[in-house]
């Protein structure tokens, strides 16, 4: 099993950055492939990020790439999500999320074996 807790969300103006954590424990983390998917009120939930153990392959949704950085430190078995120039439309409950498996997407939700619990990210006009 693996334990996945988020944390870092808040309250921002529009044009503001926060950077979301997510602490993993349980499991080698580098062996995890990682990623980020965000759910607002009313909506499905979509993917965000994702990034391989090693951190040589990422994945960027087109409503963030450019915005949002995805990047990891295994020594602290922890996922981080940078995200810049945040807009209203960006708020939403972000969940992180967690596969050791190979997989050829892993921008969908049923790729993913681990979730945490989420974390409220609400941005202002």
């Known amino acids: 099993q693996v334990q996945l807790v988020e944390s870092g969300g808040g309250l921002v103006q529009a044009g503001g950055s926060l950077r979301l954590s997510c602490a993993a424990s349980?499991?080698?983390?580098?062996?995890?492939?990682m990623g980020w998917f965000r759910q607002a009120p009313g909506k499905d939930r979509e993917f965000v990020a994702a990034?391989?153990?090693?951190?040589?392959?990422?994945d960027y949704s087109n409503a963030v790439k450019g915005r949002f950085t995805i990047s990891r430190d295994n020594g602290k078995t922890t996922v981080y999500l940078q995200m810049n120039s945040l807009k209203p439309e960006d708020t939403a409950v972000y969940y992180c999320?967690?596969?050791?498996?190979?997989?050829?997407?892993?921008?969908?939700?049923?790729?993913?074996?681990?979730w945490g619990q989420g974390t409220q990210v609400t941005v202002s006009p």
């Open positions: 999320a967690a596969t050791d498996h190979f997989a050829r997407n892993y921008t969908i939700q049923r790729t993913y074996s681990y």
């Open positions: 349980g499991r080698t983390f580098s062996s995890f492939h």
């Open positions: 990034l391989s153990g090693s951190g040589g392959r990422t």
